[in-house]
């Protein structure tokens, strides 16, 4: 993957961010924790990562990069062995979704991984069922994502997502 074609965007509270400029990506900070140095949008601590990623979509839909790799403030401790250097990783990504981490199968109700987690309910609403009540998931919501897959939703789907 080209460097001009990838953009990090990384959801932060108060991990230390050093290795953001050594992957020498285009990238954007959502800080929801103390003031950095590094330049950053600042927003409320609200929501997990998954808030930031949607706001993300809604905010630049219109201007998407042609890969978007979502990123907690501290990626390493999901990644794969693999996926440890993580530069090297991030050159060689596709044109697919890809799972920054781990990749696991749950149940409607998160088991066996992540127990209690409304799967099946959010899929529903989301409109993005599973036939068999199963659902591929990365935990540390860490992947990548051309987009194609995204504007294969209108913004008003974002949107929807984002204030459920």
């Known amino acids: 993957m080209l460097k001009e074609e990838l953009h990090l965007v990384v959801a932060r509270?108060?991990?230390?961010?050093?290795?953001?400029?050594?992957?020498?990506?285009?990238?954007?900070?959502?800080?929801?924790?103390?003031?950095?140095?590094?330049?950053c949008i600042k927003r409320e601590n609200f929501g997990r990562e998954g808030e930031t990623y949607l706001n993300h979509i809604v905010s630049n839909y219109d201007s998407?990069?042609?890969?978007?790799?979502?990123?907690?403030?501290?990626?390493?401790?999901?990644?794969?062995?693999n996926q440890k250097d993580l530069k090297t990783f991030l050159h060689n990504i596709g044109n697919d979704l890809t799972f920054v981490g781990d990749s696991y199968v749950s149940n409607g109700d998160g088991y066996p991984h992540h127990g209690g987690l409304p799967v099946s309910e959010?899929?529903?609403?989301?409109?993005?069922?599973?036939?068999?009540?199963?659902?591929?998931?990365?935990?540390?919501?860490?992947f990548?994502?051309?987009?194609?897959?995204?504007?294969?939703?209108?913004?008003?789907?974002?949107?929807?997502?984002?204030?459920?």
Not at 15 to 28: A, H, I, P, Q
Request: hydrophobic share 35%; with cysteine.
């Open 122 to 142: 959010t899929a529903r609403l989301l409109g993005v069922q599973s036939e068999d009540n199963r659902y591929n998931f990365c935990p540390g919501a860490q």
């Open 144 to 164: 990548a994502v051309p987009a194609s897959m995204i504007k294969n939703k209108p913004l008003s789907y974002w949107q929807f997502a984002l204030d459920y």
């Open 13 to 39: 509270y108060n991990e230390d961010l050093s290795w953001v400029e050594d992957l020498g990506f285009k990238y954007t900070i959502y800080n929801k924790g103390e003031d950095i140095s590094l330049p």
């Open 64 to 81: 998407i990069d042609s890969t978007t790799v979502f990123l907690q403030g501290h990626p390493f401790d999901h990644l794969t062995e």
